[in-house]
């Protein structure tokens, strides 16, 4: 898993994103940054644009 990690650093958009998801895993969700705070802000920021997206296409989300 560190090396398909590793290789996603350097061929993809992971480095800017700052988060990935592992398939097969239910809660999967990696995300990174200098700090756990920092971290913590990627993953919100992700979730908060989900939401938003939810929203305009369906009316209400879910989050379940």
């Known amino acids: 898993m560190a090396a398909e990690v590793k290789r996603l650093y350097r061929e993809t958009v992971l480095p800017e994103r700052r988060i990935l998801a592992m398939g097969g895993h239910d809660d999967g969700i990696i ?8 971290a913590g802000q990627v993953l919100l920021t992700w979730l908060a644009q989900a939401y938003e997206s939810e929203c305009r296409l369906g009316g209400r989300a ?3």
């Open 31 to 38: 995300v990174f940054g200098r700090s756990p705070k920092e």
């Open 62 to 64: 879910t989050l379940s």
